[in-house]
Structures are given as C-alpha cells and as structure tokens.
C-alpha cells in the first residue's frame, strides 16, 4: 500500500513568487495534517483537515497561505507571495482511524530566494 | 501551551555506545507522548509512544519511560548502530484542547562505525 507522498520534494522559487504544495495521503484516511519545520527548530502543526472541512487551521501563519483539499482526498497548500521565512520542510501527515497512528510523508522542502 | 524541549545536536558516537536524548515537557493534563525518527531521504516514521504515567515505550532497541514527576520521555538505547543515525523527534498530543501533535526541534544523531 503506498504511503503518504508529497510533491513536489524540493522547490526553488524568488521571493514574491507563488508555490503549490500537493499531498495525496494514504487512501481512505479521513484526517490529514499539515506541518512544517523552519530553519532547523521544532515542526509546527499548521492545519487539520478531516475529509474535506477544515477541522482547526488556528496553526496557519498568514493569509498568504491556502490549503484546500477538495473532495476530501488529496490537499494542496499555496503560498502566495512567498516570503523569505516561509523557506522549510513541509510535512503532510494522515491518521490511520483504528490505531490513531500517523503517518508522514517524506516533506516538501521549499526555498525562497 | 504545550511544549516540548529536546537535547540539541548533533549528537555523535561511535558504535555500540550508549544513546540518551533528552526530552522534557510542558502540558496540561495527561498528555501521550511519542517519538519519531526521521531517516535520511525519508518521511517522519513513529519510533514508539507512551500514554499514560509510568508506561513504557519501546521498539527496535530504543526505551522511553514517560515520567510525569519530572515531565521527561528521554530515548535511550544501549548499543547504538550507524543505521540509527538520523533525526530524532520529540512530541506530544494533549487530551484537551487542540488534538494535533507538538514536536521539539529534533536531535540529529551521527553513529560512526
């Protein structure tokens, strides 16, 4: 069964520019989390999808950023205009119902210029 | 709020030596706690949990007692490998409040052969 994936892996862009970050979680899993680490410090919770509705996105930092997930499957976060602090990992996570276990993907690394 | 404070790193030790990374915690109430390990190239991989006071977690050689007296969850493990080596994850999810996880900032650990 493949796992949580997220593209694309590494993103380059200039400040100002705008970034579309995919995460398709593992399927059937209703609960999806977005995180992300700046700068080598603690990962910070961002968002928390359950299907489609946004469950708590109180970790969202401002409203450059956007995250949807339409039909309930997989989510997208954009970030427009990006800024130079915005550089980091991007984590996505899903929550397996039985055990409560989450499940990462690999993270999107995201430079701004 | 919640918090979490991991040893920083890197930490480096040679073969067979013994690992201990910190972890202390600030939370209310009875939090679960868990770490996770990040391998190179890799996504965030559950390593093992504790959920209540006194409970022991542990997987693949590595130990965590969940102390509430001290707010501590340190991993420890008694020969470490080179394929320990990588990024080591502190975290907690309250039982009130805001049910995402909080991490710590992650210890980088290098075991050379």
Sequence with gaps: EAGVTQFPSHSVIEKGQTVTL?????????NLYWYRRVMGKEIKFLLHFVKESK??????????????????TYSTLKVQPA?????GVYFCASKEEDTGELFFGEGSRLTVL | ??????????????????????????????????????????GL??????????????????????????????????????????????????????RALTFGSGTRLQVQP
């Design chain 1, 55 to 72: 469950q708590d996105e109180s970790g969202m930092p401002n409203n450059r950023f956007l995250a949807e997930r339409t039909g309930g």
């Design chain 2, 45 to 98: 991989q559950l390593l093992l949990k504790a959920t209540k006071a006194d409970d022991k977690g542990s997987n693949k050689g590595f130990e965590a007692t969940y102390r509430k007296e001290t707010t501590s969850f340190h991993l420890e493990k008694g020969s470490v490998q080179v394929s320990d080596s990588a990024v080591y994850f502190c975290a907690l999810r309250g039982n009130t409040g805001r």
């Design chain 1, 22 to 30: 995919r995460c398709d979680p593992i399927s059937g899993h209703d």
């Design chain 1, 83 to 87: 800024e130079l602090e915005d550089s």
């Design chain 2, 1 to 42: 709020g919640n918090s979490v404070t991991q040893m920083e790193g890197p930490v480096t030790l040679s073969e067979e030596a013994f690992l201990t990374i910190n972890c202390t915690y600030t939370a209310t109430g009875y939090p679960s706690l868990f770490w996770y390990v990040q391998y190179p190239g890799e």
